[in-house]
């Protein structure tokens, strides 16, 4: 059973930075992609930065230049830090995982074990 926790979250002030961390468990993490996605009160879930087993990442444009996804594979983690934030940036933060190794992907249908979530609230 593939289990996946995320931490950091909380409030920030427009300008601050926050780290998120995914921890993950009930498979063999270094095969996987990763992938962090957002959703907002009323809005959809929206992605955020993935990052493949061999470490390429790939980002939504409004994280390009402030977010960093990153890797352990031994500590079977996944990171988001995140600079820079923005009100808009608030919202549930989730990360993911598919079933099968694949080249991530950028919407949520092609992610099958999510997170419950972590809450970023950025005041301005």
């Known amino acids: 059973q593939v289990q996946l926790v995320e931490s950091g979250g909380g409030l920030v002030q427009a300008g601050g930075s926050l780290r998120l961390s995914c921890a993950a468990s009930?498979?063999?993490?270094?095969?996987?992609?990763m992938g962090w996605f957002r959703q907002a009160p009323g809005k959809e879930r929206e992605f955020v930065a993935a990052i493949s087993w061999n470490g390429s990442t790939y980002y939504a444009d409004s994280s390009k230049g402030r977010f960093t996804i990153s890797r352990d594979n031994p500590e079977n983690t996944v990171y988001l830090q995140m600079n820079s934030l923005k009100p808009e940036d608030t919202g549930v933060y989730y990360c993911?995982?598919?079933?099968?190794?694949?080249?991530?992907?950028?919407?949520?249908?092609?992610?099958?074990?999510w997170g419950q979530g972590t809450q970023v609230t950025v005041s301005s």
């Open positions: 009930g498979r063999s993490f270094s095969r996987y992609g």
């Open positions: 993911a995982t598919p079933r099968f190794p694949q080249v991530p992907r950028t919407t949520p249908e092609d992610y099958n074990y």
